[in-house]
């Protein structure tokens, strides 16, 4: 298989695609039309009241967004024409059953759709259980519903993440989960106990009249709870397995491939290096705090290994993977990770920040001088960290709240406010700690195998930019990290 098959592919195919105004959707959006411009339609299923409402929110938060500036000048004047043709907005949401669609809506699209690509996810760490058991865990299953509807379905891709797999060490393989399965020796899940529970603890809620703000403590904490109980550190991933599971159960004869990318990174090459968007990871944070010197230390053992992977190549990856089990009855799962093939080790993201910084000074100072860049010190374990906390912060705090109470309450504010900061960190620190701390490696023999189907034939007559590469030893990292990625975490993410 070569770029021109990949390419041949997505002609005359109707598509429906979730989560197209998230990085990743729009990645596969903009690539999507930019090399198969024969593609017969794009159904973006967005969250708005109406069809009308749909379309703006496709027109301001995808189509109008800089990753488009290649595809605008590709087609001049006739750009607006031709998204018109090619995108049809659904206001809808996978949370909902049948999406939210009306009964003629659901029956028409079910008899157009080829290929399915369900990106949609809530992917905060410690969102609240029933939002993210919504979106994450009864998404998927709408989605399988709807798939079981489409007569002529040629292919599901679900993203999923990597990290489903926790906090597991040594080599992590690219296996279903099976139903029920948890990740804690002597448990055992059951996804329709976990609903159950989600609804009675919103029952009991509302029953005592808790404030919005209590309900929504309860529900985090609850997620994270559920989590931990099962063996997975945060709702996030513990919801996304959950999801998969949902997917193992379609029946056999629809074609299934679940994708888990890793840390998702900015744009490698095509169509816009450096860009990214709303992705909030640990590199990002690295690269932010060294930007604005507001970061004095960071939760990372520099000798691990970052598993990062530029948001190109995961889109890549995804369409390759469509066009390679198109109408195969079964199951596939890919890891599109670096870890195994061109390890990456948080080191060389640290080195390249400061030197990058001490070439390019940030400018944050009053009349916006250079600023003294101080390094950032990195702490390779949660208890050496805590201890650094304990001294650093928590006993001043400590020292104020007796100084506080001597003087009648004169520095409650104060102390409220660094104490709730403290507890901020803390709880930053242990959302992120199995992340910045991670010591597993993803193996990725399947997608090797793909890759090695992919290679390029000589007289290909497709472009070099159009050509599909996810092969992460491609990659230099040093070159990409102070060239590309920085720059683009600066210029696209500052804020």
């Known amino acids: 298989m070569d770029a021109d098959m990949v390419v041949g592919y997505f002609g005359g195919k109707s598509i429906l695609i979730t989560g197209s105004t998230g990085f990743l959707g729009k990645v596969l959006v903009e690539k999507i039309l930019r090399v198969q411009p024969d593609v017969k339609k794009l159904f973006l299923l967005v969250r708005a009241p109406d069809v009308e409402s749909a379309k703006l929110r496709i027109q301001t938060e995808v189509t109008g967004r800089e990753i488009f500036l290649v595809l605008k000048e590709k087609h001049g004047m006739g750009f607006d024409d031709f998204i018109e043709e090619k995108i049809c907005p659904l206001a809808g949401d996978i949370m909902y059953e049948n ?5 003629a809506n659901l029956r028409e699209l079910s008899k157009d759709i080829d290929i399915i690509v369900n990106i949609a996810a809530i992917t905060n760490f410690s969102e609240r259980y029933d939002v993210a058991f919504d979106a994450n865990v009864l998404g998927a299953k709408h989605v399988c519903a709807f798939a079981r509807k489409c007569t002529k379905l040629k292919m599901l891709l679900h993203v999923s993440t990597a990290y489903v797999a926790g906090e597991q060490e ?51 904490e609850l997620g994270l709870k559920r989590a931990r109980q099962f063996g997975w550190p945060n709702t996030y991933v513990f919801t996304k397995a959950m999801g998969e599971m949902l997917l193992g159960h379609l029946p056999g004869e629809l074609p299934v491939v679940i ?118 010190r990195f702490f390779s374990t949660v208890a050496r960290l805590s201890l650094y906390m304990a001294v650093r912060y928590r006993l001043p705090l400590e020292m104020l709240r007796l100084v506080n109470i001597a003087l009648c309450g004169f520095f409650s504010q104060r102390y409220d406010d660094l104490s709730r900061k403290y507890r901020f960190i803390v709880q930053l620190i242990e959302l992120y700690a199995p992340y910045s701390l991670f010591k597993g490696c993803f193996d990725d023999m399947n997608t090797e195998r793909l890759r090695m189907a992919m290679k390029k034939e000589q007289h290909s007559n497709i472009a070099e930019e159009f050509y599909f590469d996810f092969d992460p030893k491609s990659i230099d990292w040093d070159s990409y990290f102070y060239g590309v990625h ?7 993410m500052r804020d």
């Open 259 to 376: 994708l888990r990318p890793s840390i998702i990174t900015s744009i490698l090459k095509e169509p816009l290096p450096g860009w990214m968007e709303g992705i909030r990871t640990d590199d990002h944070a690295v690269v932010i705090g060294y930007a604005k010197q507001t970061l004095p230390f960071f939760l990372v053992d520099l000798s691990l290994i970052m598993d990062v992977i530029p948001g190109d190549m995961v889109v890549n990856a995804m369409m390759v993977a469509m066009a390679a089990h198109s109408e195969e009855r079964a199951q596939t799962i890919y890891h599109v990770t670096s870890s195994l093939r061109n390890p990456a080790p948080y080191a060389i993201l640290a080195d390249t920040g400061h030197r990058y910084f001490y070439d390019n000074p940030p400018r944050t100072g009053r009349n916006g001088e250079p600023a003294r860049l101080n390094k950032m």
């Open 486 to 492: 920085i720059p683009g975490v600066l210029k696209y």
């Open 170 to 220: 040594g080599l992590i393989l690219e296996k279903p989960f099976l139903m029920g399965e948890t990740l804690r020796e002597g448990t055992h899940l059951d996804i329709e106990s976990e609903l159950t529970l989600i609804r009675e603890t919103r029952r009991e809620l509302k029953d005592n009249c808790s404030s919005e703000k209590a309900e929504r403590r309860t529900m985090k």
């Open 99 to 103: 999406f939210g669609l009306d009964t």
